[in-house]
């Protein structure tokens, strides 16, 4: 019979090389080291503890014997075992968004909006990214820190600033903010190391936005932003 601690560390040693492997559909032949070092390169959250994980997949070796894996030949300390069993919580049932950092007072914009009046929303709400609609389909984001760098753009110009901010749609405005993909959509079931990856993969990305199934004709039921990112880390190394 294998030890409570081993046992333990074992389950969750298995748990995460099948969850990995399941994941990103890597070969039933790659080791578990192999199986982290890719996954880290798919998931940010297993990158951020790329190396914890290795270690504790050296340790499982030492742990049991090479042929027999109910063998205990070393017992792990309980403190190694909680945060073994803590990690792979969070790699193999990882926290939905929607359930946790999600803002879900989301405000949107219809696209013939007038930009003074957008403006004047972001100043009273705080919200820094409203999803602007045009017949019911998302059509991009009124990003506070793209806007302001089109005012810019017009003071530079010498044009006429009152009249740019009350004579512009929101959808005129932001229609030059370019392909930069400052943002992105996702489903009701991203996880927050699905996030974290978003963020990662992409630096200029300020706004994920969840709707039921990852559509631009739903309405958004949550958004994540840059901000949460703290708030996201903090939940998945608490979780």
Same mark, same amino acid.
């Given at each position: %019979? /294998?030890?409570? $601690? ?7 040693y !298995? @748990?995460?090389?099948?969850s ?7 070969s039933?032949s790659?080791?578990y080291?192999?199986?982290i ?5 798919? =998931?940010?959250f297993?990158?951020?503890y ?12 030492? &742990? ?5 894996e109910?063998?205990?030949i ?5 403190? *190694? ?14 926290p ?6 999600? =803002?879900?007072? &989301?405000k ?12 004047e929303?972001? +100043?009273?709400?705080?919200?820094? =990214?409203?999803?602007?609609y ?11 820190r ?9 003071? +530079?110009?010498? @044009?006429? /600033?009152?009249?740019?901010?009350? !004579? ?8 030059n ?6 943002y992105t959509?996702?489903?009701? $079931? *991203?996880?927050?190391?699905? &996030? /974290? @990856?978003?963020?990662?993969?992409n630096?200029k ?5 969840i ?14 932003? &840059?901000?949460?990112? %703290?708030?996201?880390?903090?939940i /998945?190394?608490?979780?």
């Amino acid at each position: %019979m /294998l030890e409570d $601690n081993a046992k333990r560390f074992i389950v969750s040693y !298995n @748990q995460i090389d099948q969850s990995l492997r399941n994941q990103y559909d890597l070969s039933k032949s790659s080791s578990y080291t192999e199986i982290i070092r890719k996954a880290s390169r798919l =998931n940010a959250f297993v990158k951020k503890y790329e190396d914890e994980l290795i270690d504790y997949g050296r340790l499982r070796n030492a &742990i049991v014997h090479s042929f027999n894996e109910n063998m205990v030949i070393a017992e792990p300390h309980l403190d *190694v075992v909680e945060e073994y069993e803590r990690l792979a919580k969070a790699i193999c049932m990882p926290p939905l968004a929607i359930n946790t950092v999600c =803002n879900k007072n &989301i405000k949107t914009v219809n696209h013939d909006m007038k930009l003074k009046d957008v403006i004047e929303n972001i +100043y009273k709400s705080g919200n820094s =990214n409203w999803p602007v609609y045009k017949d019911n389909m998302l059509i991009g984001v009124a990003n506070s820190r793209k806007l302001i760098k089109e005012i810019g753009k017009k003071i +530079y110009e010498k @044009q006429d /600033l009152n009249e740019y901010l009350e !004579n512009t749609n929101i959808e005129d405005a932001i229609s030059n903010f370019g392909e930069d993909n400052y943002y992105t959509i996702a489903n009701k $079931n *991203v996880t927050l190391d699905k &996030i /974290l @990856q978003l963020f990662s993969e992409n630096r200029k990305l300020s706004l994920i936005i969840i709707t039921e199934t990852g559509s631009l004709l739903e309405q958004p039921i949550g958004v994540v932003a &840059i901000a949460d990112i %703290m708030d996201v880390n903090k939940i /998945l190394d608490n979780y």
